[in-house]
Nanobody, 122 residues
Framework: QVQLVESGGGLVQAGDSLRLSCAGS????????VGWFRQAPGKEREFVAA????????YYADSVKGRFTVSRDNANNTAYLQMNSLKPEDTAVYYC???????????????WGQGTQVTVSS
């Protein structure tokens, strides 16, 4: 089992930045790939970004490429999603997920966090 807890969400204005954290515990978090997803009200959950277990490989949705950066600190069992130049359409609940396999895009992750709300005002 891997437990995931997201933090760092909040209310910001368009153009601002936020950094989300995903703290992992339980089984060896560093051996899992991490994905970030988001779900806006009335919409399906969508893939945002993913990072391999060692951090050497990353993948982004086209909608966030160039604005968001995914990273991880395995020594501290934490993954991050740095979000810059935020837009109102980035408003959603953001989730991190973990899987033993790196998944470039939408896929079935084994473990999920509870989510953190990001709201971007115009």
């Amino acid at each position: 089992q891997v437990q995931l807890v997201e933090s760092g969400g909040g209310l910001v204005q368009a153009g601002d930045s936020l950094r989300l954290s995903c703290a992992g515990s339980g089984r060896t978090f560093s051996s899992y790939a991490v994905g970030w997803f988001r779900q806006a009200p009335g919409k399906e959950r969508e893939f945002v970004a993913a990072i391999s277990w060692r951090g050497g490989t990353t993948y982004y949705a086209d909608s966030v490429k160039g604005r968001f950066t995914v990273s991880r600190d395995n020594a501290n069992n934490t993954a991050y999603l740095q979000m810059n130049s935020l837009k109102p359409e980035d408003t959603a609940v953001y989730y991190c997920a973990a899987d033993e396999f790196f998944i470039a895009g939408t896929g079935e992750y084994d473990y999920w966090g509870q989510g953190t709300q990001v709201t971007v005002s115009s």
